[in-house]
């Protein structure tokens, strides 16, 4: 595993986005031999070099919103090769309609033909090549699990779905009797030290529903120092699933853990780049927040803006601000409830601006305010909150820091209306208060445009 932007990613992904900007690179290359041109005076002589860089960074960023690095499992051969026909149809549009506006800009047609066609052969091979027989090299994590608990079965389940992670279960070993459970029995926990003589894992995850009396401490300790890795359920629950697992906090953890945020630095800069990349917003799309203000105005009566409390920072009651996008006094008959697919309150105009995320820019005012930051977990309303705290266990806690305009939960959860969608949100916002750093927030933000053009989450 390779922690990048405060994120644990996987060796083998990382391995094979920088093998495909190499295939990539290698295909131009090699079309301007097929062309019989000089590479090294075509690309550093001339400087085209660069215009190949971006190209190919078209492509991988084509790849990348097709969630082709997120999800390196090959489910259909035809499928992965539409998407890099679309990862690359999509880079020669944008790379002619540069060329249109300044054709100094544009590669050679016929390197641009040959090299592309190149890539939408080379790149599907190259996967599923790659997914047959080099992930297999990766998966270096010989693991035993200890105990057979619900949560330890989510996680090896999740991770048997991904192998890219590099973790290759040998088994579990039984606190009472063997019970259903996605890897073999090998035995009871008593047994550990002589399970590990015999299949040598080069790591153990422990997750006993009950460890009090029962955990053969003196055995882990000596397996411990000879080598072996042991973390608890609750870390390999953070790495593969990107997310705190609730259900094992206990108070004392939070009390006393030093890696929990948020750090005073961190936050600090956070206000920092937050209050520029507003301003900047704010001045940057005011056009299209006008264009919109106008659609709004003309397709339904009512004010342009949607003016609602919120719970802040600390608990603080704030108003955030939105293009109006449901019918004047929506909620008048039901009170304060969940937005819910095909609500009836929204209107027809205003499902498009919260499918393109449109009807949250006014939210750059509140960050400008210092109400809220660019990335931070969702500001709900006081009514949800004062419900969700009493349901959900440390749920207060995702208010030590700024609501966000998007955030670790937003982008890697649908939008939620029920108490189960509410914890598993609150334990990306507890990931994030945890990791906080300029670096997590950029790569949030990057994400977001992702999920943005796909119209994902919004509801």
């Given at each position: 595993m390779i922690r990048l932007f405060r994120v644990f990613i996987p060796a083998s992904v990382v391995a094979l986005l920088i093998s495909e900007i190499i295939l990539v690179l290698a295909c131009y290359t090699l079309a301007l031999f097929i062309l019989g041109i000089d590479p090294a005076f075509y690309l550093f002589d001339e400087n085209n070099y660069w215009k190949v860089f971006v190209l190919t960074t078209l492509i991988i960023l084509g790849l990348y919103f097709q969630d082709?690095?997120?999800?390196?499992?090959?489910?259909?051969?035809?499928?992965?090769?539409?998407?890099?026909?679309?990862?690359?149809?999509?880079?020669?549009?944008?790379?002619?309609?540069?060329?249109?506006?300044?054709?100094?800009?544009?590669?050679?047609r016929w390197l641009m033909m040959l090299g592309s066609l190149g890539v939408i052969?080379?790149?599907?091979?190259?996967r599923i090549f790659f997914w047959k027989y080099v992930i297999a090299g990766f998966r270096s994590e010989r693991v035993l699990v200890l105990g057979n608990s619900s949560i330890l079965g989510e996680v090896v389940s999740y991770l048997l779905r991904r192998p890219e992670f590099g973790y290759s279960f040998l088994g579990y070993l039984s606190e009472d009797l063997p019970g259903d459970f996605p890897v073999p029995c090998l035995g009871a926990i008593s047994e550990v030290r002589l399970v590990c003589e015999q299949?040598?894992?080069?790591?153990?995850?422990?997750?006993?529903?009950?460890?009090?009396?029962?955990?053969?401490?003196?055995?882990?300790?000596?397996?411990?120092?000879?080598?072996v890795i042991i973390e608890d359920v609750a870390d390999t629950y953070e790495v593969a699933m990107r997310r705190v697992c609730s259900r094992k906090i206990q108070p004392s953890q939070l009390i006393f853990s030093s890696d929990l945020g948020p750090r005073r630095h961190a936050i600090t800069l956070q206000n920092f780049y937050s209050l520029v990349i507003g301003a900047l917003g704010l001045v940057l799309f005011s056009p299209i927040m006008l264009?919109?203000?106008?659609?709004?105005?003309?397709?339904s009566a009512g004010p342009v803006l949607y003016r609602q409390r919120r719970v802040g920072l600390n608990g603080r009651i704030f108003t955030v601000y939105k293009f109006r996008s449901m019918y004047v006094d929506a909620e008048a008959q039901t009170g304060a409830v969940w937005a819910s697919k095909d609500d009836?309150?929204?209107?027809?105009?205003?499902?498009?601006?919260?499918?393109?995320?449109?009807?949250?820019?006014?939210?750059?005012?509140?960050?400008?305010?210092?109400?809220?930051?660019?990335?931070?977990?969702?500001?709900?309303?006081?009514?949800?909150?004062?419900?969700?705290?009493?349901?959900?266990?440390?749920?207060?806690q995702r208010l030590a820091v700024k609501p966000g305009i998007t955030g670790w939960a937003q982008i890697n959860h649908k939008y939620g209306d029920t108490d189960l969608d509410a914890m598993i949100k609150l334990e990306y916002d507890l990931y994030y208060i945890k990791h906080l750093a300029p670096a997590l927030d950029f790569y949030i933000i990057f994400h977001t445009i992702k999920v943005m053009l796909l119209s994902r989450g919004a509801q």
């Open positions: 082709l690095y997120a999800n390196v499992r090959i489910s259909s051969t035809i499928l992965l090769t539409q998407q890099v026909c679309l990862a690359v149809g999509c880079a020669l549009l944008i790379a002619a309609f540069i060329g249109y506006v300044e054709s100094e800009l544009l590669l050679g052969v080379v790149l599907p091979l190259w299949y040598r894992p080069t790591r153990i995850v422990v997750g006993m529903a009950e460890r009090r009396n029962r955990l053969p401490v003196q055995e882990l300790l000596e397996i411990r120092f000879s080598g264009a919109t203000a106008i659609v709004v105005r003309l397709t009836p309150r929204i209107t027809p105009v205003g499902r498009w601006l919260r499918k393109l995320r449109l009807d949250e820019m006014p939210q750059f005012w509140n960050v400008v305010s210092g109400d809220m930051a660019m990335v931070g977990p969702r500001p709900e309303r006081p009514e949800f909150v004062e419900f969700l705290a009493q349901q959900i266990p440390y749920y207060r």
